[in-house]
């Protein structure tokens, strides 16, 4: 059995490792030695994530319940957590620090147990499901009683991990794109290559699963199920239609539907429906299951827009369709306000089989046979090689209140979580970015007790890491000020005078006049004028823009200036 010590001293050879091959080999060699049960919690620990999404399990801990474990575990007053937390800005560190001082009677004997016996990964990892699985009035004490006791019996090295783990945030630098490589390195023996292990991880989106398969060299029998979400396919931005056009050639043009993207799963009539992030939004969204039954098929796994139709019959804000999104009471009366629209543009699994190698035009033509009865499900599409044509849809898309066009390749694949050539967006405005949101400020005067304005970072592609870009003032109203304030509450890592550090989850898609360089940024860019645009919660971490894009931007913006 693997002891949770050895996972530790791995994240800690990990951290102070900085090249990202020589950290790929360790977690590698590590992962190697593992049994069948450890191996897929190893996986996602790594990469900073407790539980895969099929579980459908939120560990449901914020900062506050974390420090109030330690203070507990240790012996220590919260305060001076948080003080220390102010000084350091790692939960992880403070952790170790206070186990370190922790006197010696801990809470194992308060529980009745003789002496601090050695965590396993396993012991760690039964705790987490435990807290998951909390539940009810009392579940608040059940995951406190749960942190506090991993705290008493951890050595700070292990403190410093089960801390960060808590709130899914290892700081060790390796993403999902390290964990997929350390997988196919320890078992290519058994035949698994990035590539074989990419695509199994894209079709399961469980990287556990996937490096057991990995190990037992069955990574070619994994494949799509019913219930379990996998990565959407997502378009590139097309320069134009005529380039487009001349891309693909006669293309299948489809309008891009102002809405929020639906992965669906019907499995005979029970239904499930999960976001862009995979998160499952099912109870939040009645009308779109109920939409999704009308579908003639035993078992399926469809893809689609969900939009939000107002009174005059457009689109409405996008904001409008997250809060949707988000409710999960008085669903009923959200939806009377706010009522959700589906269009579907495609199938990826169809009665026991998975779709996703047929070429779009016969997936569209099963599409549309099990949806014969209910053809206003179906997202319009027509098949198109004429410039003229194209641009007519695009005319009518923008008139009734919708992005633009994606032109789409007839004979592609479903390429689960790429975004490539196969699938070309065309949008009038120009392009926003996707940034996380590190950092926040109290507002001034009437707004003290609201945060105005937030740190904006962009990811580097090779490194994972965060690098800012600026601040944006959000320019709402306090209402909607307050709304972000309470969202952002259960994410504060530490509060240093005015502002705070956040923890890095919410994506704001943000607009601006101009990218410049700046020396005071860890990008070395800053955005002038930037504004919010919209709180993108139906994206994940993954989906912020990284530097190269905003360099790309940033280049092409010079050339534009030129002939402006
Ligand atoms: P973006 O969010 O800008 O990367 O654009 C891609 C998103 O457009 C997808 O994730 C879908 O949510 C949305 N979308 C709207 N209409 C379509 C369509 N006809 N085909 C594919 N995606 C669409």
């Known amino acids: 059995m693997t002891?949770?010590?050895?996972?530790?001293?791995?994240?800690?050879?990990?951290?102070?490792?900085?090249?990202?091959?020589?950290?790929?080999?360790?977690?590698?060699?590590?992962?190697?030695?593992?049994?069948?049960?450890?191996?897929?919690?190893?996986?996602?620990?790594?990469?900073?994530?407790?539980?895969?999404?099929?579980?459908?399990?939120?560990?449901?801990?914020?900062?506050?319940?974390?420090?109030?474990?330690?203070?507990?575990?240790?012996?220590?007053?919260?305060?001076?957590?948080?003080?220390?937390?102010?000084?350091?800005?790692?939960?992880?560190?403070?952790?170790?620090?206070?186990?370190?001082?922790?006197?010696?009677?801990?809470?194992?004997?308060?529980?009745?147990?003789?002496?601090?016996?050695?965590?396993?990964?396993?012991?760690?990892?039964?705790?987490?499901?435990?807290?998951?699985?909390?539940?009810?009035?009392?579940?608040?004490?059940?995951?406190?009683?749960?942190?506090?006791?991993?705290?008493?019996?951890?050595?700070?090295?292990?403190?410093?991990?089960?801390?960060?783990?808590?709130?899914?945030?290892?700081?060790?630098?390796?993403?999902?794109?390290?964990?997929?490589?350390?997988?196919?390195?320890?078992?290519?023996?058994?035949?698994?290559?990035?590539?074989?292990?990419?695509?199994?991880?894209?079709?399961?989106?469980?990287?556990?699963?996937?490096?057991?398969?990995?190990?037992?060299?069955t990574l070619g029998e994994l494949s799509i199920m019913v219930n379990r979400p996998i990565k959407v396919m997502l378009a590139q931005i097309g320069e134009s239609i005529p380039a487009a056009i001349g891309e693909i050639g006669t293309a299948a043009v489809e309008w891009k539907y102002d809405g929020a993207r639906v992965q669906i799963h019907k499995d005979g009539d029970s239904v499930r429906i999960f976001s862009r992030r995979l998160e499952n939004v099912t109870a939040s969204l009645p009308e779109i299951v109920k939409a999704a039954r009308?579908?003639?098929?035993?078992?399926?796994?469809?893809?689609?827009?969900?939009?939000?139709?107002?009174?005059?019959?457009?689109?409405?804000?996008?904001?409008?369709?997250?809060?949707?999104?988000?409710?999960?009471?008085?669903?009923?009366?959200?939806?009377?306000k706010i009522p959700l629209r589906l269009f579907l543009f495609d199938l990826i699994y169809l009665d026991g089989k998975s779709l996703v190698d047929l070429p779009l035009t016969e997936r569209?033509?099963?599409?549309?046979?099990?949806?014969?009865?209910?053809?206003?499900?179906?997202?319009?599409?027509?098949?198109?090689?004429?410039?003229?044509?194209?641009?007519?849809?695009?005319?009518?898309?923008?008139?009734?209140?919708?992005?633009?066009?994606?032109?789409?390749?007839?004979?592609?694949?479903?390429?689960?979580?790429?975004?490539g050539k196969n699938w070309l967006k065309i949008k009038p405005v120009m392009e926003t970015l996707d940034l996380v949101v590190i950092g926040a400020k109290w507002g001034e005067g009437r707004r003290a007790s609201l945060l105005g304005s937030y740190r904006l970072a962009c990811r580097d592609q090779t490194t994972e890491e965060l690098l800012d870009l600026g601040w944006v003032a959000t320019g709402l109203t306090d209402e909607a000020l307050a709304e972000l304030t309470e969202m952002f509450s259960e994410l504060i890592i530490v509060e240093k005078g005015m502002e705070l550090e956040i923890k890095p989850a919410v994506i704001f898609e943000v607009a601006y006049e101009e990218i410049q360089h700046s020396p005071n940024y860890s990008s070395g860019y800053a955005l002038r004028f930037p504004r919010m645009v919209a709180v993108r919660d139906d994206k994940s971490l993954d989906d912020a823009d990284t530097l190269e894009r905003v360099v790309s931007l940033y280049k092409g913006q010079r050339g534009r200036g030129k002939t402006a």
């Open 294 to 336: 009308q579908i003639s098929a035993k078992s399926a796994i469809l893809d689609g827009e969900a939009v939000a139709i107002g009174k005059d019959g457009r689109p409405m804000a996008f904001q409008e369709i997250l809060k949707r999104f988000r409710r999960k009471y008085n669903v009923q009366t959200l939806a009377a």
């Open 3 to 217: 002891s949770f010590l050895a996972f530790a001293n791995l994240c800690q050879k990990v951290e102070a490792t900085s090249g990202s091959l020589e950290k790929i080999e360790l977690v590698a060699a590590f992962l190697k030695d593992l049994d069948e049960a450890e191996l897929p919690v190893a996986c996602s620990y790594v990469m900073g994530s407790l539980f895969p999404p099929s579980l459908d399990l939120d560990l449901g801990v914020g900062p506050s319940i974390l420090y109030e474990a330690i203070a507990k575990a240790c012996g220590c007053q919260a305060a001076q957590v948080s003080d220390m937390l102010r000084a350091t800005g790692d939960p992880g560190m403070v952790a170790s620090a206070m186990v370190e001082r922790r006197r010696p009677i801990g809470f194992a004997a308060f529980l009745g147990e003789k002496e601090a016996v050695p965590l396993s990964l396993k012991d760690v990892h039964d705790r987490f499901l435990s807290i998951a699985r909390a539940s009810g009035k009392r579940s608040q004490d059940t995951k406190v009683k749960n942190l506090q006791f991993l705290f008493s019996q951890a050595s700070p090295l292990e403190a410093r991990y089960i801390a960060r783990l808590a709130i899914e945030d290892m700081r060790i630098g390796v993403g999902e794109g390290g964990v997929r490589d350390a997988v196919a390195r320890a078992f290519s023996g058994s035949g698994a290559s990035a590539e074989n292990v990419e695509r199994a991880y894209n079709l399961t989106n469980d990287m556990g699963l996937v490096a057991v398969a990995a190990r037992r060299g």
């Open 364 to 419: 569209r033509a099963l599409l549309e046979q099990i949806a014969i009865a209910s053809p206003d499900l179906l997202a319009d599409q027509v098949m198109s090689g004429s410039v003229e044509e194209s641009e007519e849809i695009y005319r009518r898309a923008l008139l009734a209140g919708h992005e633009g066009l994606i032109l789409k390749n007839p004979s592609s694949v479903y390429a689960p979580g790429k975004r």
